[in-house]
């Protein structure tokens, strides 16, 4: 059995190429071969949503899948959010706006479960918003805020 393996994927717009363990997970492949330290490794279970990436456009938790899993894929990393220069996606602004980043270890997580969200699902509504954030924990507690920052978020990106 091979114990390594070359692995393709496009990262947030850009091709790389490497060769990893075959028992690398797709986060620490983000982190330490990509330098890509925007998504958090948390409970290392998939429960707490801290390393939510979108892959081929679809939430997925990074820290349980592993790198060989995503060769040929499009991934999106929280630093895939914001404009070239550096602008701050309307999601990140509303976050910042309304106090939703708290402590910031699980907003990468928030924000890239809100973008896929909101891309899919434009009009959410409180319910649905409650319901698609519901797989992402929060350690400060603070979800009333990430709430409110994700409604802003649907309403910017309806009427930028």
């Known amino acids: 059995m091979a114990t390594s393996r070359t692995v393709k994927v496009r990262v947030n717009g850009v091709d790389h190429e490497a060769t990893v363990e ?12 990509l330098g890509l330290t925007g998504t958090n490794v948390g409970c290392e279970h998939g429960v707490c949503g801290a390393c939510t990436i979108l892959m081929n456009g679809e939430t997925v938790r990074s820290c349980i899948m592993l790198a060989v899993q995503a060769d040929g894929a499009e991934l999106m990393t929280v630093e895939g959010l914001a404009q070239p220069g550096g602008e701050l996606h309307p999601i990140q602004e509303s976050f910042r706006d309304k106090h939703g980043l708290q402590c910031g270890f699980c ?10 969200l909101l891309s899919k699902h434009p009009h959410a509504d409180e319910e649905e918003i409650k319901e698609w954030l519901s797989g992402n924990l929060c350690r400060c507690t603070g979800y009333q805020d990430i709430l409110e920052s994700v409604k802003l978020a649907a309403t910017r990106l309806r009427n930028p």
């Open 22 to 33: 075959a028992r690398k997970t797709l986060v620490d492949f983000l982190r330490e071969d």
């Open 107 to 116: 907003t990468p997580g928030f924000l890239m479960t809100t973008y896929e």
